[in-house]
């Protein structure tokens, strides 16, 4: 299995709700991340777990929760966000010891809609 | 971290062999140079990766030389569904610490 899945596909939520996105891999990568991805811009790196902790945030706004349950599951907490913050969220995943080469695997991404 | 120059885009022909290279000037001795495909509304895909000279693939070919400084990926007989946007990503999650940032990239637009 070599396939990284992302759930939903697709979220409208208003500026009031509270919802989240899921990332779920099961190739033993102990690396995950999430990244952001405007139109016709490169993907924006927001956060990234190594060994189930958070190992780097590139300075997101809280509005953004990570959460990581366990090795196979990454989740992305979402509140109180703007109009601004739609974009497509990509989760990937890498193996993330020994002789990692840096190859990401990516899921297809969730296409959030703030109204 | 090294950081990546692309050409913004380029145009080919069905066909045609593409070339598209990659600077990265500051590359570190561990690092690996990958490459990535994206379409529309859809995550990167793996294509190559490579560390010096040559390596070939079904789909691609990734030619380094040997300082390094620079890569150029190879796609032979495009057809329009390789139009897409490339990127090139020069990291090592070792010493980079998982920081894979991406690049502006190049999009190709193959034409009939």
């Known amino acids: 299995d070599t396939e990284v899945t992302q759930t939903p596909k697709h979220l409208v939520m208003g500026m009031t709700n509270k919802k989240s996105l899921k990332c779920e891999q099961h190739m033993g990568h102990r690396a995950m991340y999430w990244y952001k991805q405007k139109a016709k811009k490169p993907p924006e790196l927001m956060f990234v777990y190594s060994y189930e902790k958070l190992s780097i945030n590139e300075s997101v706004p809280s509005r953004f929760s990570p959460e990581c349950p366990n090795s196979s599951l990454l989740n992305l907490h979402l509140h109180a966000l703007q109009p601004e913050d739609s974009a497509l969220y990509l989760c990937?995943?890498?193996?993330?010891?020994?002789?990692?080469?840096?190859?990401?695997?990516f899921g297809e991404g969730s296409r959030l809609t703030v109204l | 971290l090294a950081k990546t120059t692309q050409p913004i885009s380029m145009d080919s022909y069905e066909g045609q062999e593409v070339n598209i290279t990659c600077s990265h000037n500051?590359?570190?001795?561990?690092?690996?140079i990958t490459w990535y495909q994206q379409f529309p509304s859809q995550g990167p895909r793996f294509i190559i990766q490579g560390y010096k000279t040559k390596v070939t693939n079904e789909v691609a070919s990734l030619f380094i030389p040997a300082d390094r400084k620079s890569s150029t990926l190879s796609l032979p007989r495009v057809s329009l569904s390789d139009t897409a946007v490339y990127y090139c990503?020069?990291?090592?999650?070792?010493?980079?610490?998982?920081?894979?940032?991406f690049g502006d990239g190049t999009t190709l637009t193959v034409k009939p």
């Open positions: 990503l020069v990291d090592n999650f070792n010493t980079n610490a998982g920081k894979s940032t």
């Open positions: 500051n590359i570190a001795t561990n690092d690996y």
């Open positions: 990937a995943s890498t193996q993330g010891r020994g002789e990692d080469t840096g190859e990401l695997f």
